[in-house]
């Protein structure tokens, strides 16, 4: 069998400019690759963390007006981070954060359109 390593998720945005400012305060991801149609009619927007190679590919399409339906909303992407005590009061400020499981040690944000994303210790992971 070939090896396969992870590259990318994406999502579908409504508004990327606000999408685009979420992931940077809240996650610190920025734009690392663009790609635009010739006719205009999506834009792609490649987000990386500057350590790993895997990235957040958001999708954004002209002719969309209406929210996308994420149904039970039972998949996420989740984050580590090494100080779980100030990104907790980053998100809490933001107002982004939409469940919370302290007995687990995590909790998740909401973005713009409504995809939830999971915040775990660094130290959980290991």
Not at 41 to 53: H, M, P, Q, R
Not at 54 to 77: I, M, V
């Amino acid at each position: 069998m070939p090896a396969f390593k992870f590259n990318h998720n994406n999502i579908n945005v409504l508004d990327l400019n606000k999408s685009l400012e979420f992931y940077q305060k809240a996650l610190g991801l920025k734009e690392v690759r663009r790609k635009e149609a010739e006719d205009k009619s999506f834009i792609l927007v490649y987000l990386g963390d500057g350590s790993t190679g895997h990235s957040l590919e958001l999708t954004w399409l002209r002719d969309r007006t209406e929210p996308y339906n994420l149904g039970e909303n039972e998949f996420h992407l989740a984050f580590t981070t090494d100080d779980y005590e100030a990104a907790h009061a980053l998100h809490k400020e933001m107002g982004c954060i939409c469940y919370e499981n302290p007995k687990m040690g995590i909790y998740f944000i909401a973005d713009p359109d409504n995809y939830w994303l999971e915040i775990v210790p660094a130290k959980k992971m290991a």
